[in-house]
């Protein structure tokens, strides 16, 4: 083998070494804080942010806005659970980005999120809101 070979053949044994390294690090080591990233559409995601090997977010969420509802008019969704049934990743365009910032693991959403992971209703709530008033026997 020529001196030239060695050496591309160390160059592209560090390049895949240093590729491993950093798929590793996404996925182990780093930590799985939650961002909220804003879009310049007026779209607001939340979910864990990855940088490579695309920009963009997993375990998403996103903001349902419901004028309909007195009670609760703004409610959060997993972006895996809408009706078209998409992946939960979201892919974005860094230059749409308008700002993001990390949540804060001891805030409310972030505790809902690590709570309630799907989002689906809670038994108990689920089974207050199913129950009629009860009458009275006068």
């Keep these: ?3 030239t070979n060695k050496i591309l053949l160390v160059v592209v044994v560090v390049l895949v070494l240093a590729l491993i390294g950093v798929v590793l690090w996404q996925t182990v080591w780093k930590s799985q804080s939650y961002y909220a990233v804003f879009m310049r559409t007026g779209d607001l995601y939340f979910g864990q942010l990855m940088r490579f090997p695309s920009f963009g977010l997993k375990q998403v969420y996103n903001i349902q806005v419901n004028t309909q509802n007195q009670e609760n008019p703004v ?10 049934g998409p992946q939960d990743w979201l892919k974005l365009n860094r230059s749409e980005v308008v700002w993001m ?8 959403l ?4 690590k709570n309630n992971p799907d989002l689906q209703p809670q038994q108990g709530a689920q089974q207050t809101q199913a129950q009629p008033p009860a009458e009275s026997g006068q």
């Design 110 to 113: 972030a505790q809902i999120i």
């Design 75 to 84: 409610s959060i969704q997993r972006f895996k659970n809408v009706f078209w």
């Design 101 to 108: 910032t990390k949540l804060d693991p001891a805030g409310q």
């Design 1 to 3: 083998m020529s001196k």
